[in-house]
């Protein structure tokens, strides 16, 4: 059975009597990233607004994936509006790209990214597809909708064909616990979790094709052909894909293919309060990636004081800004050339440890939720479209 508005959440603020209707679907899915977005959001609003979160009662969730996807666009369809006519809110919120196609109230929306139809390959099955024709339909219909960066605000007027009047950039925040770490104890039970020595590069970020992950290890084979074994260990962190998919690649096998299974540690899952002792700990951090709606990882390792080599593509310019060297995503020699800059070059690391830590710090979730409140409180005001 399922308890779709007993599990429902009331937050009363501080700073406002605006109601809002919040759609919680990705709260109890935390190792997602729109489930970090959509709590550290939530946790932040309550500061500030009366918040009424509409969440499944635990995790009576339908078995099966085609079931699963069904329920889905029935809560986001069907229950979720139901729910914010119920509650009389003022404003219904979306933290995600996942909108009904009928709101009975304004209706506020975050797009994160547009992934899922730029990369053809991440449409894998008729459902898929159904479900992307819905949300290309529903996106216009928003009141406002929240992009989270100024390239991703592009994607949207472009792709869905919006008013560009009607679309916000407000960037997401990272959390007060990526800070570089110096512990000495902590950081040797991390090695030792995970079977470190010595100095390493570190990849953290995913398997999908877009992560670019083959021209990492191109580069990588470069630098070893060039240094041997006095090149840094490179550090492959998270739980690898064993098959390959159209949308995943099979990193495992792309380091046998090149010979690398000496110079490639793969750490398998990563526990997050472990992640900002790896960060603190490598010598630079690397981000290849081809198309990125805003980028938390090369910010985390920023805010723990670690180098970061990013691609220079889609939003990661906008957001790193001149705190991280920046590469053709299509150049492995570069990237081969920025990975031994950074080892050699004393100067240059700690100016990229210096600026990355700042520009960090720009990125808040308080910040990022007054924004999303003042969107929500604008919403409202104008009703909808």
Known sequence: MFAPFGGSQWHSGLLGMLKVGFNGWFLERPETGTGQYSRKILDALTTRAEVKVLALGGRQLPAGKALLNIYKVWFENALFPLFCLREHVDVAFVPYMGPPLFSPKPLVVTVH?????????????????????????????????????????????GFFKVSPEKVRVVYPGIGEEFKPVKDEARLRAVRERYGLSGRFFLYLGGFDRRKNI?????AYQILRNKLGNQAPVLVIAGKAPTRESPALLNPLKMVRERGLEDGVKFTGWVADEDKPSLYSMAEAFLFPSLYEGFGFPPLEAMACGCPVLASRSSSLPEVLGEAALLLDPNRPEDWAEGMEMVIKELDLAQSLQEKGVERAKIFTWESAARNVFSILEEAARRGSP
């Open 113 to 157: 990214d547009l992934i899922p139809f730029l990369f053809p390959e991440y449409a894998y099955s008729p459902l898929v597809k159904l479900y992307n024709f819905l949300v290309k339909a529903a996106i216009p219909k928003a009141c406002l909708i929240l992009a989270d960066s100024a390239h991703t605000r592009k994607d949207v007027i």
């Open 214 to 218: 083959g021209l990492l290890l191109d």
